[in-house]
């Protein structure tokens, strides 16, 4: 599976960006996606995932109730919908998936990984 992630900018804070994950070489709808980040300077983070369905998500708490993980799995593509963004939210962001019907949290429990994407958030 390979992956490529995109949509990433400059945004001012209080301000919203989508990422699109999309997925090549393989059904995607049998793999859970996470999205991750990684700042200047700190170890990769778990944002959320979802599962293959879509059915569950789970969120780190630093994002629940401003970013939202959906899937379409028919365009292969999954997207993290990110509002009411801070200045702290800036970093590398990164999708992953993993041949799963599970959610995954831990990096290291993924497979595939995409080239990330920038967020600049400005206050």
């Known amino acids: 599976v390979q992956l490529q992630a995109f949509g990433g900018g400059l945004v001012q804070a209080r301000g919203s960006l989508r990422l699109s994950c999309t997925a090549s070489g393989h059904t995607f709808s049998s793999y859970a996606v996470g999205w991750f980040r990684q700042a200047p300077g700190k170890e990769r983070e778990f944002v959320t995932s979802t599962t293959y369905s879509g059915g569950t998500t789970v969120y780190a708490d630093s994002v629940k109730g401003r970013f939202t993980i959906s899937r379409d799995n028919a365009k292969n593509t999954v997207y993290l919908q990110m509002n009411s963004l801070k200045p702290e939210d800036t970093a590398v962001y990164y999708c992953?998936?993993?041949?799963?019907?599970?959610?995954?949290?831990?990096?290291?429990?993924?497979?595939?990984w995409g080239q990330g994407t920038l967020v600049t958030v400005s206050s």
């Open positions: 992953a998936a993993k041949y799963s019907v599970h959610t995954r949290t831990r990096a290291y429990e993924y497979d595939y």
